[in-house]
């Protein structure tokens, strides 16, 4: 049975789980308590030299760290992954740009919103952080103007990438009325089989 | 024929320019004004909406961004990238790991080193993203003290991402002296057949 080294708060754990709940694939979840430096023992770097969640642990003790290719993992084989190779780079590609360009200014500026302090001096972020997230939403509502999803013809690993930030980007201040399109992908991604929410 | 727009002085331009001089494959390149704003015309905005280079365009006039899944393109069904589904999905854990946790740093500060003006305000960004970048230079040593690749039992895509800004990271102030591990690896890349040097 596979392990998940996770963070329930943290939407790049949240991926690891939405496709294992997807796939009907049984698994352990070790909650980490990242903010109590659990993730900075020797024993976690064992797990993961990076020190992040999540971390996919196989039965015989082999790890696999970074949530977009844990998601490539787990797909392989799977309709969330296609076989064929230009809608395969295509799905990485989202799923780089997710890394890139989304992820560090949307999770980063729910991460400051949400949990940091009002006094805290990195709410002095908050400006450039929204103003780069809206940049990657429009990246997103124009390829959503021309296609149903991110990972090719069909739901896949990259929609499942780019949905764990974006749904709950209003925790950082990012709202999301301006995108028509990318509101009804959310909703699509909502009423995939086997969807589940994030838990916090 | 295959069409690279890229520029010459990004590393994350020579990781495509790398594998296609080692695939043996003839490409045409279309050096890219990045500074003179050229990515943010709407005519690059057809190539790729999220105004980054380096973009792969097929003969059809299809697109492909992102320089790493670029290199998984390109490197399937070659020796470049594995067919085992663990060592494929290591392989991508480095690409991830090399987006998210040592170019934001270590090709940013080279950026900044290399090319701001000494009085430029960004120059103050440089301790951080030093330290950042040594945390991951110091994530790979330990990785190449027990294997010799980051793509799996042989050379490919993942060491391709991550010899881009590795090897040139003393242009933005990371040296990488302390590091005896990743410079014998630096030297096994350059050593590999068909091997091209970075043209900046």
Avoid at 106 to 116: E, G, K, M
Wanted: proline share 4%.
């Amino acid at each position: 049975m596979y392990t998940v080294h996770g963070m329930r708060a943290s939407g790049n754990c949240y991926k690891v789980q939405l496709l294992l709940d997807q796939l009907g694939i049984d698994y352990r979840w070790v909650e980490t308590d990242v903010a109590g430096g659990q993730t900075r023992t020797p024993a976690f770097a064992a797990l993961n030299a990076n020190g992040k969640v999540p971390v996919l642990q196989l039965d015989d003790g082999r790890c696999l760290a970074e949530s977009n290719a844990i998601l490539c993992y787990l797909a392989e084989g799977t309709p969330y992954l296609s076989a064929d190779r230009w809608q395969r780079a295509g799905a990485l590609q989202w799923m780089f740009f997710e890394q890139y360009s989304h992820e560090p200014a949307i999770a980063v500026a729910r991460f400051i919103a949400r949990w940091l302090p009002l006094d805290h001096p990195r709410h002095a972020d908050l400006p450039a952080l929204r103003e780069r997230g809206h940049a990657a939403l429009r990246v997103m509502e124009r390829h959503l103007s021309e296609h149903a999803w991110f990972s090719g013809v069909s739901y896949g690993v990259a929609d499942i990438a780019l949905f764990a930030y974006t749904h709950c980007a209003p925790d950082g201040g990012i709202e999301l009325d301006a995108y028509a399109q990318l509101r009804a992908w959310l909703d699509r991604v909502r009423a995939q089989p086997g969807f589940t929410a994030m838990q916090a």
